[in-house]
């Protein structure tokens, strides 16, 4: 799962990142608003951390051009303005969720996770796709029942598929949300990652459709 932290306090920024990197997340981020509205309406993101009182450009305007321009990735407002009419005009600026400051980091994974969830259209934070079961909250995957030890790698990929169910993820997909820009984003350290999970989970979950991707079998 792939995420933008949009924040210029580089306090909260870290301390963020690092919650959400422990979730399984892959993060990145930026500090003012310009960059933010280029980089979310270039970009495939599962979740949109913003901040409002951002520099150069607000959150809230980045907010409703994201919106207008068809971004329909889901974000949560992270900000100091706690007014009850500030957040209404968030949420109707397209926002999905919001978070005052100061806030509870097991809060803010809570609602994250929620925010991944329903857009899979997935409404439990425990999958189930055939014979596998996946825990999101626990990073967590079992087969029939029985633990199956994943890395954070194996483990965001099998995620990421069951949250995608219904269609095939092309290998350049799949690579923008496991890997971030300084790490390798090689086709074939993909493959061998596929090739890890499938001797740990056996044939029939993994599927391949050649020239197009990956996909799980008892899902598509």
Same mark, same amino acid.
């Given at each position: 799962m792939r995420a933008l932290i949009v924040e210029d306090d580089d306090r909260i920024a870290r301390d963020v990142t690092r919650a959400l990197q422990s979730s399984g997340f892959r993060v990145e981020h930026v500090t003012d608003g310009e960059t933010a509205w280029? !980089?979310?309406?270039? %970009?495939?993101?599962?979740? $949109?951390? +913003?901040?409002?009182g951002l520099p150069h450009l607000d959150g809230l305007s980045v907010l409703k051009r994201w919106r207008a321009e068809g971004v329909a990735s889901p974000v949560l407002i992270l900000t100091a303005r706690g007014a009850w009419t500030e957040r209404v005009e968030g949420i109707d600026a397209g926002a999905d969720d919001y978070? @005052?400051?100061?806030?509870?980091? %097991?809060? +803010?994974?809570a609602r994250a996770r929620a925010l991944v969830r329903r857009t899979g259209g997935q409404?439990?934070?425990? !999958?189930?796709?055939?014979?596998?079961? *996946? /825990?999101?909250?626990?990073?967590?995957?079992?087969? /029939?029942? &029985? @633990?199956?030890?994943?890395? @954070?790698?194996?483990?965001? +990929? *099998?995620?990421?598929?069951?949250?995608?169910?219904d269609r095939v993820l092309s290998p350049t997909e799949l690579l923008d949300h496991l890997y971030g820009d300084e790490d390798s984003r090689e086709t074939n350290a993909?493959?061998? *990652?596929?090739?890890?999970?499938?001797?740990?989970?056996? @044939?029939? $979950? &993994?599927?391949?459709?050649?020239?197009?991707?990956?996909?799980? %079998? %008892?899902a598509v």
């Open positions: 280029f !980089q979310g309406g270039t %970009e495939a993101y599962d979740l $949109i951390v +913003l901040d409002l978070l @005052p400051k100061p806030f509870r980091m %097991e809060e +803010l994974l409404a439990s934070s425990h !999958q189930a796709v055939g014979r596998l079961s *996946i /825990d999101m909250n626990r990073m967590s995957i079992a087969l /029939d029942g &029985v @633990p199956v030890g994943v890395t @954070p790698l194996e483990f965001r +990929l *099998i995620a990421y598929l069951a949250l995608h169910r993909l493959e061998a *990652i596929v090739v890890r999970i499938r001797r740990k989970l056996g @044939p029939g $979950i &993994v599927g391949t459709k050649r020239g197009f991707g990956y996909f799980l %079998e %008892e």
